[in-house]
Each structure stands twice: as C-alpha cells, then as structure tokens.
T-cell receptor, first 113, second 110 residues
Framework: DAKTTQPPSMDCAEGRAANLPCNHSTISGNEYVYWYRQIHSQGPQYIIHGLKNNETNEMASLIITEDRKSSTLILPHATLRDTAVYYCIGVNAGGTSYGKLTFGQGTILTVHP | DSGVTQTPKHLITATGQRVTLRCSPRSGDLSVYWYQQSLDQGLQFLIQYYNGEERAKGNILERFSAQQFPDLHSELNLSSLELGDSALYFC?????????FGPGTRLTVL
C-alpha cells in the first residue's frame, strides 16, 4: 500500500470548510484513497474513498489530483463534532490485502467555535 | 450503534495473565479484522478471518491468537500479558465495501 503523508495538525473555525491534504506520491494505479477518522478513542469511522474521480457523499468531498499524487478531504461546514484524527490511507481494493489498513499518524483536526 | 459489538469495554488485569476479547461482526459480514492501538505504535493490523478461516496476518505476537466461530463471531486471545500489551483493541468487519469498526476494548495490564 502507498505511503501517505499528512500534516500533523490543523485548525478550523466552526461553520467553515475544513480542507485536509494528503500526499500519496507512490500510489499505484489500482490503489484507492480512503479516508477514515477517529473521534477521541472511538473506533475509526469510514468517511469516503476514491480512485481517480472526485467523490462526494453526505459527510465530505474528496478531490484527487489528476496525477493521483495527492488528494484533499473537504468537510464543507465543520462542526465541533468533527474534531478528530483524520487518516488518509492507500488501499489495494483487490485480493486479501484489503482490510490490512496501514494507519499513519493522521491529521489532528481541531474545530473551534 | 455501529453494528459491530465488542466485549468487554474495559479490562484490567495483571502481567502474566490471559484474557479473551470478543467481537460480533455486523450481521452478514463474513470478514473480521483485529487491530491494536497503543500510544506509541498507533493503529496496527493484527489478523483477519474470513468465514472461519485465517486470511491475513499482520504484526501479531506469538502470545496472541484468534479464531472465528461458525456463527462468525471472533475471539482474540492474549496470553502471558505484559505491560506493553496495554492498548485499545478494535475489531472491524466487512462483507463488501469499507471496514466497519467496533467501539473497542480497552485493556490495561498492571
């Protein structure tokens, strides 16, 4: 799985968009970019994933650059409950390796009033 | 409620002891994954089971073992416990799509 690099921490004002960057320059063609978050000591929560195209769901948007070397997770209107550690992970979705997620240190997002 | 249940929520024990952590996957999910999260190592994949069979291993110590039963629940057995085994242990399940994690078991070894 691709190694990912994320800033260790970010701040965001409540109600504003939170843009969390991730660098995955070694990602291979069949690896997806997945985002999870972990609020305090709860179990990680899936947010969104994508391969090439930008993706949007009820939680967030994912923008992947054309060369697929980096991506940005966008929380359009951050709330205090979005304060969490956000993990960007490269996942080979085929075969038995899926699920062997390699969590890095992630980005600690703090949303303040 | 995430659909994945883990018991117990908290477990305090002494060094040298043995404990069993239990996980019930989301209904219909055949795969179960175990992860360990300690302060110094972060979230690490331990082992995966699919429909009762071991499918993949990560950084799981020989003192640790797991199994998945016919009803698809899984147990993680930790023996000869050491202080460094204190951690959060998460179970996750999937059938298709992303992993769904449980709430975790916090193990404290004194």
């Amino acid at each position: 799985d691709a190694k990912t690099t994320q800033p260790p921490s970010m701040d965001c004002a409540e109600g504003r968009a939170a843009n969390l960057p991730c660098n995955h320059s070694t990602i291979s063609g069949n690896e997806y970019v997945y985002w999870y978050r972990q609020i305090h000591s709860q179990g990680p929560q899936y947010i969104i994933h994508g391969l090439k195209n930008n993706e949007t769901n009820e939680m967030a948007s994912l923008i992947i650059t054309e060369d697929r070397k980096s991506s940005t997770l966008i929380l359009p209107h951050a709330t205090l409950r979005d304060t969490a550690v956000y993990y960007c992970i490269g996942v080979n979705a085929g075969g038995t390796s899926y699920g062997k997620l390699t969590f890095g240190q992630g980005t600690i997002l703090t949303v303040h009033p | 409620d995430s659909g994945v249940t883990q018991t117990p929520k908290h477990l305090i024990t002494a060094t040298g002891q043995r404990v069993t952590l239990r996980c019930s996957p989301r209904s219909g999910d055949l795969s179960v994954y175990w992860y360990q999260q300690s302060l110094d190592q972060g979230l690490q994949f331990l082992i995966q089971y699919y429909n009762g069979e071991e499918r993949a291993k990560g950084n799981i110590l020989e003192r640790f073992s797991a199994q998945q039963f016919p009803d698809l629940h899984s147990e993680l057995n930790l023996s000869s416990l050491e202080l460094g085994d204190s951690a959060l242990y998460f179970c996750a399940s999937r059938n298709q799509g992303p992993l769904l994690f449980g709430p975790g078991t916090r193990l404290t070894v004194l």
